[in-house]
């Protein structure tokens, strides 16, 4: 059966296609919510072979598939409706578990920063190891001018987003004339000049970082303090989770709009064949530098917000190893694809730390991650899909 | 002065040597390949891990021996060992993206460093913790007036030996024209009768051989092996590769003497210039690629249609 008599047969039942949407949804946030909360690492282990065979499940039957696809698809404004409730209403539910709100907030801030990266290494190919250095410069920028002038974190935030894009574009320059390994290189070198100038510089306060970032307040609500609504009081971490919760919406919406329109796909030609790319008039140079730029941008957000929740940053919470993980993501996630790239954030944000007994070898594992995706499944858990302009 | 000039000089080109015999690995893997084999710094950087393990077992199979042989002994076997375990990694890993896109080959290897340097450290008995590593040879000479450690001398004679090998190698043996047919055009390669599959086994174990050799010398200039020395070497030989332009030879050794002589140079002029020198290093990369795209020696290729 093809995938038009797919969505015909659930357009002529809206009732089957709004359930199995309601229940999809559902069946994520149990899923994610069950995740946080179990302590016993056979319980996790159990939880993925789950997620594992729904997986398999979804591979084997593209029937099952194309009809939840077509769903979505149908009822795409009841999806996004139910998918905010869910995720508005998810801290009630955690059993004002701090631990399991806070990581949330860190898988979400990966989300945003693995999305940033996506436009480079999913959708251009481009290996950009400079994410890390991106999402430093942003939380350094910001907490720079909270420690020294005062500045609100407001107009911090979209101040170091604007600070690690011009960062982004420098780094855009060599970009022009390199490309693949040299283009990598560059890239590394750019994080380690980076990561030793935080490292070294005195106004950034050397390998102890910056202390003390004050905590951001809106309309006289600090968000130290924890959160009252309608009467349930949530841990003082609900307000940064609904703040990167905000974040990754505007990240997914500006993740959508850009791969669906000509960027994203003028970014899809250049990494299917530069010079085909070239020979249809695409501007490969400056879609190589817009990329970069994006990229910064995002995770300069990103970093901003890491700085004043955590309220402390070191060079080393900036390192290498921190845009190999967030290539982890993306690789293991499923390159161009915005859904594959937050659920291999959430993931291997989680997981490391749910297998506590193994955290030692954390590192190990998400190198062992890469190379057995790339040799196995190159596309990712979740491979990009055909765009579907128009329905 | 002259004196502290005269030490520099010798540091600059000692550490250059050390730098080339990583770089030329790099340079030589990626002319046979086209794949940059980013782990090739850590595949180096596990001989010295290796020489302490023989050094240990030898120590406790056979009692007491002459130490100086049984340390040779144990650097040639970790050279050999490195080389083989090059040979493996492109059997396990690297073959499979010998036809993929060179960007799924790059971030692949450089997860493969990562797994090196942390198996390292698991298995290695204390591999988290820094191991002490013999100087290869004590001492010094006296040249005129200066005072000569012949530990740099040995490092240079042998550095400038095994370079001057590669090269009679590639140039004027079976072995090493097969090489360069293979690095020019694998398909020609292949109809003359030549196992390209056979070829990059023994460029794997020529580069990592050579790189372990480079090791050796780093740990033993450093005074100790340690996991995570890889990360930076791996970077610098890479980086001094791609200066001098990668698959050329000679501009591996050039990118590494200029890269050492900044380093040095760094270290030896600007205040606090040791914590500050791997951005001088870089910056250095990075504005050779902005104006040399193909690095120094690299022919550059025009893409036109």
């Given at each position: 059966m093809t995938r038009s008599e797919h969505s015909a047969r659930a357009a002529s039942n809206p009732v089957a296609g709004m359930a199995t949407v309601v229940v999809v949804q559902l069946a994520g946030a149990v899923f994610l919510r069950q995740f946080l909360l179990i302590e016993d690492w056979r319980l996790v282990i159990g939880l993925l072979l789950i997620f594992g065979a729904a997986l398999v499940l979804m591979e084997r039957v593209p029937s099952l598939e194309a009809r939840v696809e077509a769903a979505f698809a149908r009822h795409s404004r009841l999806a996004l409706l139910l998918g905010m409730a869910i995720v508005l209403g998810f801290?009630?539910?955690l059993e004002g578990n701090t631990y399991a709100l806070h990581l949330c907030v860190i898988s979400m801030l990966y989300a945003v920063l693995a999305l940033a990266l996506n436009f480079q290494l999913g959708s251009a190919n481009i290996p950009n190891f400079a994410t890390g250095a991106s999402y430093g410069i942003g939380a350094y920028a910001s907490a720079l001018l909270a420690l020294n002038f005062g500045v609100s974190f407001w107009v911090a935030l979209p101040v170091a987003a604007v600070v690690a894009t011009i960062f982004g574009f420098l780094l855009g320059i060599p970009s022009m004339r390199t490309r693949d390994s040299y283009l990598a290189l560059v890239t590394i070198a750019f994080g380690v000049v980076i990561h030793q100038?935080?490292?070294?510089?005195?106004?950034t306060g050397g390998p102890n970082g910056l202390v003390g970032i004050p905590v951001p307040e809106l309309f006289g609500h600090s968000f130290g303090d924890p959160l009252v609504i309608f009467g349930q009081e949530l841990p003082s971490q609900a307000n940064f989770y609904y703040l990167s919760a905000l974040l990754v919406l505007i990240s997914i919406v500006f993740a959508r709009r850009l791969h669906d329109s000509r960027v994203g796909l003028a970014w899809n030609a250049l990494r299917t064949d530069e010079l085909a790319a070239r020979c249809q008039g695409i501007n490969v140079t400056w879609y190589k530098v817009l990329a970069f730029a994006v990229d910064a941008f995002l995770a300069g957000f990103a970093g901003t917000i890491y700085a004043f929740y955590v309220g402390f940053i070191s060079p080393d919470n900036f390192t290498f190893l921190v845009s190999v993980t967030i290539m982890t993501m993306v690789i293991a996630?499923?390159?161009?694809?915005?859904?594959?790239v937050i659920v291999g954030a959430f993931l291997l944000t989680l997981l490391p730390e749910k297998l506590r007994a193994f955290s030692d070898y954390r590192i190990l594992f998400f190198g062992v991650t890469v190379i057995a995706f790339l040799m196995i499944r190159p596309q990712g858990l979740f491979p990009q899909r055909l765009r579907r302009y128009g329905d | 002065m002259s004196e502290l000039f005269f030490?520099?000089?010798?540091?600059?080109?000692?550490?250059?040597s050390v730098y080339a015999l990583i770089a030329v690995g790099f340079s030589l893997l990626f002319g046979v390949l086209n794949i940059i084999h980013f782990s090739h710094g850590d595949v180096s950087l596990l001989a010295p891990f290796l020489a302490l393990t023989v050094i240990s077992t030898l120590g406790s199979m056979l009692g007491d021996l002459n130490s100086l042989s049984v340390f040779v002994l144990a650097l040639l076997v970790a050279i050999a060992i490195t080389g083989l375990?090059?040979?493996?990694?492109?059997?396990?890993?690297?073959q499979r993206f010998r036809k993929a896109p060179a960007m799924m080959a790059l971030v692949a290897t450089v997860a493969l460093g990562i797994v090196l340097r942390e198996l390292i450290r698991h298995l290695f008995p204390n591999g988290s913790n820094p191991h002490a590593f013999p100087r290869l040879v004590e001492g010094d000479v006296m040249v005129g007036s200066l005072s000569v450690p012949l530990f740099s001398l040995v490092v240079i004679a042998v550095s400038v030996l095994v370079v001057c090998a590669l090269f009679f190698m590639l140039n004027s043996t079976r072995l090493g024209l097969h090489i360069k047919a293979v690095s020019q055009d694998r398909d020609a390669a292949r109809l003359m009768a030549i196992n390209p599959g056979r070829i990059f086994r023994a460029t794997f174990f020529v580069a990592s051989a050579i790189?372990?050799?480079g090791g050796l010398f780093f740990s033993s200039y450093a005074g100790m092996a340690r996991f995570d020395f890889s990360i930076d070497v791996g970077l610098i030989g890479f980086s001094a590769a791609v200066v001098g332009g990668l698959g050329s030879m000679p501009g591996a050794i050039i990118g590494s003497l200029l890269i050492a002589g900044l380093d040095t140079f760094v270290q030896a002029v600007v205040p606090n210039g040791a914590s500050y020198r791997l951005v001088f290093v870089f910056l250095l990369v990075i504005g050779v690629l902005v104006f040399r795209p193909a690095g120094l020696m690299g022919r550059t290729?025009?893409?036109?249609?």
């Open positions: 801290p009630f539910v100038l935080l490292n070294n510089l005195e106004f996630g499923g390159m161009d694809n915005i859904l594959g | 030490q520099q000089i010798l540091n600059w080109i000692t550490l250059g375990i090059g040979v493996l990694l492109d059997l396990v890993v690297i790189g372990a050799v290729l025009v893409e036109k249609v």
